[in-house]
């Protein structure tokens, strides 16, 4: 059974950093495309950043383009975002979730199968 399961949200000052770690279980972890979303109550769910299996490819998020970075590691199951810059409209609950096959856009959250509870991040100004 997959489990995916995220760390690593809090409240953080506008224009500081956060780190989200996603741990994922009961699958081989290279054989999947991973992908941050995010959400806001009341908003539809956004794909701030996905990686390749391999971590050779990445896409991002206009929005987060040049303050995010999206990261893994296969040898520990993690996929990592280190968010730089935060600001009041980062505020969402962050999903990782786990795709064994993306068919167009990776950041079309149908590409995924398994996701995880999610992580509130909160910024104030």
């Known amino acids: 059974q997959v489990h995916v399961a995220e760390s690593g949200g809090g409240l953080v000052q506008a224009g500081g950093s956060l780190r989200l770690s996603c741990t994922a279980s009961g699958l081989t972890f290279g054989d999947y495309d991973m992908n941050w979303f995010r959400q806001v109550v009341g908003k539809e769910r956004e794909g701030v950043a996905c990686i390749s299996r391999s971590g050779s490819t990445d896409w991002y998020a206009r929005s987060a383009k040049g303050r995010f970075t999206i990261a893994r590691d296969n040898a520990k199951n993690t996929v990592f975002l280190v968010m730089n810059n935060l600001q009041p409209e980062d505020t969402a609950m962050y999903y990782c979730?786990?795709?064994?096959?993306?068919?167009?856009?990776?950041?079309?959250?149908?590409?995924?199968?398994?996701w995880g509870q999610g992580t509130q991040v909160t910024v104030s100004s």
């Open positions: 979730a786990a795709a064994r096959r993306v068919v167009g856009a990776c950041n079309r959250a149908e590409n995924y199968d398994d």
